[in-house]
């Protein structure tokens, strides 16, 4: 039988699936010639804009890597993270603090069998490569890596008749003493001692590191180099050296109070003395007087690397790795690109050898009056601070919270050195037998 | 009714409730049960395997004079809060109650800061307890009670007391409105009666007006004490617990043991200590508000 309706909707029909077939088609086929793995990486809110542009340089880079960027604020990143991980929430590469890698390797991915990560490992500063391994295992690759400086007031200093920064801490005090008394700072030391963040104890642990001592020996007691440093410290604020006012104050409110021109020294990580900061010739009173002095007696120090890590539950770890290497590391074109920027744009120093040789690093250096070779022999020779501490225990995060707290009461005349060496002791004790 | 109607009634009643009950259940219930259990386990995050810990957990946290300290803290934050804000809330609604002028625009005005997010509020007295260019400063200087700018936050107990006061002036407007409600439900002809027998405002404050608050103000009580043990955004955001541990209360010393240390089983052991003060407290607080009902 051919009825002509049935003819009609035969072919109506055959149009419909023709026309579905090709719009389904022309969906995917172009899906499928640009395929696109998108990847969840997190970072904390330092110049956010500056690490949206780097996403955007690296997807241009990598056109099948889509990058989701999610942002965190610093003082809830550790915890977020943390939370985030124990929910599954999926992410597949983040940023990394290195006080907090003895707790987080158990999760992180270790990176030594990843392509290229051997040679990188390689040319690493030790600083870096020290601060980024746990375990004989890589779990990152440098953000940037800073050391501790006295950051000084060249004015003022030379205002007092001082000739250069102190050699000694005896020294230090005596300098402060003298512009003290010739009225040019009511208290000339400023300090970031507040207990939250890294602040206090990592001042310690740098003076502790210029005596050419640890913090703490093997049976977790203060050794003498700890308590010489924390009894001279308490001094400078008894006698009124330091601002007692700035007890509260993290490293980035000390940079700006020293930027208002009113004290000698802040003994703190080497970027405050950048553009961005002490020599921000917009914002701050001590443009063009603010540089960087090693510290006192054997002028050892320590320093710190940021990093950045993949999550080992990610399921796009090749292209987490192809961004670890664009931030943490090289371009395509094997230049160090994101490194270097940082320099340009945050005073931030790098993790690998050379750098400083680029033409663009050493200009941007030099324009706030550091010395690149400086910068990079300090950056080569500063300890990592597992050295000095027990940096990369499981417990270190807690005890440092602690320990910030004790510095502080010592320090604000609440609670004798001797007493407070004794409870960092004791805690650190507690904790490396619960963790045991 | 007939009894298969009352049924039927009854299997409504459970219906429409249910999905309530359930919500309880899911959001109250099973993470305090949840929190209970993990309180005995062995859950230290970057250690690897996990199991029943027993006790460990409570002996460790009660052993850590942390901890004790904390417990100290959050007893004199509480107490000093609630009083704070009971004796201002008290005042302020005796105010409202005596006819002054704008006194319905005044409880607009008193009930502002209930408004507030925590978060905002927390934020708001940050700027003012600045120690270079914080409200507080710059009043008392300009009056010149201060020489020189202080930093608030910068010893122990100053620190704890500007938390507190920053606590009690979001809780201010809850014993405001409370109050001044049980103001209002006192008859009249009481003091009239009181007047006519020769009492004066003390007396009738003392002899009326207190006895007959008792209910609300006990009611003012327990709810900020609740709340009080458990306050956290407002240290968080001013003293993240310190200087040293000077402010540091349970809340945020919970947090900080699970969530950023990754001690969860710990952490658990000081949300239970803690939660079991709170209980007690309240059990205890309407235990005597209904002895003291009884006796009237």
Known sequence: MNDPCRKTAGRLAFRFLAAALITAAGWLIPSAAFAQTTIKFIAWNFQVETVQEFVKQFEAENPGIKVDLEIIPSAQYAAKIQLMRNANTPFDGLYVFDHVLGQWASWLEPLDGYEGAAGLKAKMLPLARQSMTFNGKLYGLPYFTSYFGIIYNDKMMKAAGIAAPPKTYAEWSEQAKKIKAAGLAQHPLIWPVKHTGWGGMWIMNAMVASRGGKLLDDKYNVTSEGLKSLKWWEATYREGLSDPNGIELDPNESARAFMTGNYYTNLTASFFAGAQWANDKEKSKVAGAAFLAPTPEKQATVGFARMYGINSASTNKKEAWAILKFLGATAKSGDYVTPKQWVQKGALTWGYEGVEKDAAVAASLKSWGADPDNMAANLKNALAMNEVVPFQAVWYAEWELFANGVLQNVLAGRMKPEDGATQWSEKARQLAARYK | ?296
């Open chain 2, 1 to 296: 009714m007939t009894p298969s109607a009352l049924r039927r009634s009854d299997f409504l009643l459970r219906f429409l409730n249910a999905p309530a009950i359930l919500l309880v259940i899911a959001f109250s219930i099973a993470p305090i049960v949840y929190v209970f259990y993990l309180s005995f386990q062995d859950l230290r995050i970057g250690m690897g395997a996990s199991g029943f810990a027993g006790l460990d957990n409570y002996r460790f946290v009660l052993e850590d004079a942390s901890v004790i300290k904390a417990f100290s803290n959050t007893f004199y934050f509480a107490g000093l809060s609630v009083l704070l804000a009971t004796l201002i809330g008290l005042g302020i609604a005796l105010l409202l109650h005596s006819d002054i002028p704008g006194a319905g625009w005044l409880v607009s005005a008193v009930v502002l800061p209930w408004a507030i997010p925590e978060i905002v509020n927390a934020l708001m007295w940050q700027w003012i307890y600045n120690p270079t260019y914080g409200a507080l400063n710059g009043i008392l200087y300009s009056l010149g009670l201060i020489a020189e700018y202080r930093a608030w936050l910068s010893s122990p107990l100053s620190a704890m007391h500007a938390v507190i006061f920053a606590y009690a002036w979001k809780l201010v407007p809850f014993a405001v409105i409370i109050l001044y409600a049980g103001l209002t439900a006192i008859p009249t002809e009481y003091y009239e009666a009181a007047e006519i027998d020769g009492a004066g405002d003390f007396a009738q404050f003392r002899y009326i007006t207190l006895p007959l608050l008792a209910p609300p103000l006990g009611v003012v009580v327990l709810f900020c004490m609740v709340w009080s043990m458990r306050a956290f955004d407002i240290v968080y955001l001013l003293t993240r617990g310190g200087p040293g541990d000077g402010t540091m209360v349970l809340s945020y010393f919970v947090f900080g043991k699970a969530f950023e240390f990754g001690d969860v089983g710990a952490g658990a052991a000081v949300a239970c200590l803690l939660a079991l003060m709170t209980f007690a407290l309240t059990a205890l607080y309407m235990r005597a508000l209904r002895n003291s009902a009884g006796t009237r």
